[in-house]
């Protein structure tokens, strides 16, 4: 497994849970004093249709886009006006996920700090931190099950608390991510 200590992965354990919002306070919170990139990463599943352009039929696909437009409503444009120096959308079929991030990794600098987006991206790449958001409503997609329990951090949203558990994410001096407990350590 690919390994990105600069990578901050943010997934949900259902729609509408408040990734977006999650995300977006955490560029805010960083941006201030380091250049922070956002990627939103969705799967593309078999039955979609999807450009292949020059790909053969066996080679992974994906599809990288560099947002620009800050005023749509859209996550993406979302993540520039909390604060991101760059936010790139990534689409990618399940089997290319990895590689696809490796290209995107190779579209911004080495050392860049990362905010993604994404429930598929945690189960090919080890990053720095994985954070995965859940409704008070308890419900769970099945895709979410196992990433539930590997993740670094479990916030629980009920739409109105403002996300207590930021104060715990940290930047360590050589920009990895890490926790601190609630009385610093």
Same mark, same amino acid.
């Given at each position: 497994m690919y390994k990105d200590e600069r990578l901050l992965v943010v997934g949900g354990a259902g729609r509408n849970v408040g990734k977006t919002e999650f995300v977006c306070r955490l560029i805010a919170k960083f941006a201030t004093n380091r250049d922070i990139y956002g990627l939103k990463v969705s799967t593309i599943f078999p039955?979609?249709?999807?450009?292949?352009?020059?790909?053969?039929?066996?080679?992974?696909?994906?599809q990288l886009f560099e947002e620009t437009r800050r005023e749509l409503a859209k996550?993406?444009?979302r993540m520039l006006r909390a604060g991101a120096k760059k936010v790139y959308y990534l689409r990618s079929?399940?089997?290319?996920?990895?590689?696809?991030f490796e290209y995107f990794r190779n579209q911004v600098p080495a050392n860049a700090i990362i905010i993604c987006e994404s429930n598929s991206l945690g189960q090919v790449v080890i990053p720095g931190l994985k954070i995965m958001v859940r409704s008070t409503n308890g *419900? @769970?997609?099945p895709r979410a099950i196992a990433q539930l329990k590997e993740a670094d951090i479990v916030v629980v949203s009920d739409g109105s608390s403002g996300f207590p558990?930021?104060?715990s994410i940290q930047?360590?001096?050589?920009?990895?991510? *890490? @926790?601190?407990?609630?009385?610093?350590t």
């Open positions: 039955d979609e249709a999807l450009f292949h352009g020059n790909h053969a039929d066996d080679e992974p696909v994906h996550d993406t444009s079929d399940d089997s290319g996920i990895k590689e696809s *419900q @769970v997609k558990e930021l104060d930047l360590a001096d050589n920009n990895t991510w *890490q @926790v601190n407990s609630p009385n610093g």
